[in-house]
């Protein structure tokens, strides 16, 4: 291909801060799903998609979802729009608008101009009702126990709010294997990794897999002031000793890239006078190696039995959520964004992992699926003053455009 396809910088950002009025906080983003402001950004969404020549609708979970007019094989581009409650402005969205602005920029060059790209505003990929809800129905996997039993914070029923959306009869989009082919997805790094190495773009190798549990220590409550040390069964004071030994067996077994994280903890009856008959850890660890994973868990594990043998408060550990596998990106994919990378950005670029989930990883499952990052200032994401500069963000849509259309490209001559 001798002509590629130009983003423009201007409509780009334009449309970026756009939809980072519906919600605003501040310099942050208050858009959880399925809210008001956040259905409110989706028609708005879905007309910007009508705008650029796109087939649009929000569809009956709230995804929004862009088809191109084009004959297939197609890429779909996208990302989500909803955010955490205390959101920044980039986090998914930058994703999506990339979407539209790489379907504009593909349609109004002359050599790409027939290729085919789909654009989509995946719904709660944050998990305000259900993780990944969005994809997971587009991948035709199973939501209906999620419709009936997943609810917000304020105990509304994800159906309910789809009812109130004015979305429970309207169809779901789903993958058309036959000519959707492959996924795209640009998202800031929402780390510090890029930043502090000067680079621009980071070429997703695998999407970390995710184990979660809770580890309950149970001792016996009693009188602070009166209780010997020596004869106290503190349930406290064993969780704090036992996160030493999780941080020493896990440094063994870690890479660079490994990260373990006790995100919570609770003490019963948590007052000053009273040594905690039980406590509870909150653990989770992450790794894109699913062997380095399970052996992880097999060291938690042995930590607990060995804990037991050894005192009088007793350790159990409960498995929280199902775990999550690494998911690889696809090489070919990879390869496209690489070479992009090198063209727009001369030695800008660099192989990394998303330690971060992604709706990339739910359908990485069904089609080849790849990942674009570009920096977070000062690696900040899930907050308020979450940013990343301008001509990042315009750097990448390049890349991106550049990657889309190489991998067009490609499936069209697979399909030959």
């Known amino acids: 291909m001798h002509d590629f396809p130009r983003v423009n910088p201007v409509r780009l950002l334009d449309d970026l801060k756009t ?28 007309a910007r998609m009508t705008d650029a020549g796109l087939d649009a609708t929000v569809d009956g979970v709230g995804t929004v979802f862009g088809r191109s007019r084009k004959s297939g094989p197609a890429l779909v581009i996208g990302s989500h729009t909803d955010t955490q409650p205390t959101g920044g402005w980039l986090d998914g969205a930058l994703g999506v608008i990339y979407g539209l602005e790489i379907a504009r920029a593909l349609d109004e060059c002359v050599a790409t101009h027939d290729f085919a790209v789909d654009v989509a505003s995946w719904i709660d990929e944050e998990g305000t009702f259900s993780s990944f809800l969005g994809s ?37 989009v789903t993958l058309d294997r036959a000519r959707q082919r492959a996924y795209l997805e640009p998202h800031i790094e929402q780390g510090g990794r890029l930043e502090s190495s000067g680079k621009s773009i980071g070429v997703v190798t695998t999407i970390v897999g995710i184990r979660e ?22 349930a406290g004071a064993a969780l704090v000793a036992f996160i030493a030994r999780i941080d020493s067996a896990f ?33 989770q660890f992450r790794d894109g190696n699913a062997g380095r994973l399970h052996a992880m868990e097999r060291a938690l594990i042995t930590l607990v039995d060995e804990w037991n043998a050894q005192h009088a408060v007793r350790a159990e550990l409960i498995a929280c959520d199902g775990p999550e596998e690494p998911v690889v990106m696809d090489p070919a994919l990879q390869e496209h964004i690489a070479r992009a990378a090198e063209a727009v950005a001369p030695g800008e670029w660099v192989h990394m992992p998303s330690g971060a989930s992604h709706d990339a990883q739910v ?42 259309a190489g991998i067009v490209e490609a499936l069209r001559c697979e399909a030959l």
């Open 19 to 46: 939809l980072r009025r519906f919600g605003a906080n501040g310099t942050g983003v208050v858009r959880l799903s399925l809210s008001p402001v956040d259905i409110e950004a989706r028609r708005w969404l879905a």
């Open 136 to 172: 997971r129905s587009f991948t035709r996997e199973a939501i209906d126990t999620s419709l009936q039993h997943a609810r917000n914070r304020e105990g509304l029923v994800l159906g309910d709010a789809l009812t109130q959306a004015g979305l429970s009869n309207v169809p779901r």
């Open 213 to 234: 549990f809770q580890v309950r220590f149970t001792g016996q409550r009693n009188h602070a002031g009166t209780t010997p040390m020596a004869i106290r069964r503190d």
């Open 251 to 283: 440094a063994q077994l870690a890479d660079a890239d490994t990260v373990w994280t006790v995100g919570r903890i609770d003490l019963d009856p948590g007052s000053f006078s009273v040594v905690p008959g039980k406590a509870d850890m909150f653990l």
């Open 363 to 404: 359908i990485g499952h069904h089609i080849p699926a790849c990942m674009l990052f570009v920096p977070s200032i000062g690696g900040v994401s899930h907050d308020f003053i979450e940013d990343t500069a301008d001509a990042h963000i315009v750097l990448g849509c390049e890349v991106a455009a550049r990657a889309a």
